[in-house]
């Protein structure tokens, strides 16, 4: 499985962006995709999932309100919307995909794709 995100790039506090993730290959007929996020010098941190399975989401507490992934499963497709961006939003954003684990633990995805890089400036 291979997965790629786009939709990264450089906008002003307060601004939107939508990142699209693509998942290639042999996947299963049950999966959950999500995103991770990772900053300069920071942890990598949990931000969304979504189920291909009756698209069940779940969010970091940081992106309730602000963020929503949606999914086209037929697609192999998520997305996710980004609205008020924030400076500390800044981060690399790595689509993820778990054939058997969710949720916010990074050990629960089995396929990571490269990232997608968002800058919020102030």
């Known amino acids: 499985v291979q997965l790629q995100a786009s939709g990264g790039g450089l906008v002003q506090a307060g601004d939107s962006l939508r990142l699209s993730c693509v998942a290639s290959g042999r996947t299963s007929t049950s999966y959950t995709m999500g995103w991770f996020r990772q900053a300069p010098g920071e942890e990598r941190e949990f931000v969304a999932s979504i189920s291909s399975r009756g698209s069940r989401t779940s969010y970091a507490d940081f992106a309730k309100g602000r963020f929503t992934t949606s999914g086209d499963f037929a697609k192999n497709t998520v997305y996710l919307q980004m609205n008020s961006l924030e400076p500390e939003d800044t981060a690399v954003y790595y689509c993820?995909?778990?054939?058997?684990?969710?949720?916010?633990?990074?050990?629960?995805?089995?396929?990571w794709g490269k990232g997608t890089q968002v800058t919020v400036s102030s």
């Open positions: 993820v995909l778990g054939l058997s684990g969710t949720g916010s633990l990074s050990r629960n995805y089995n396929y």
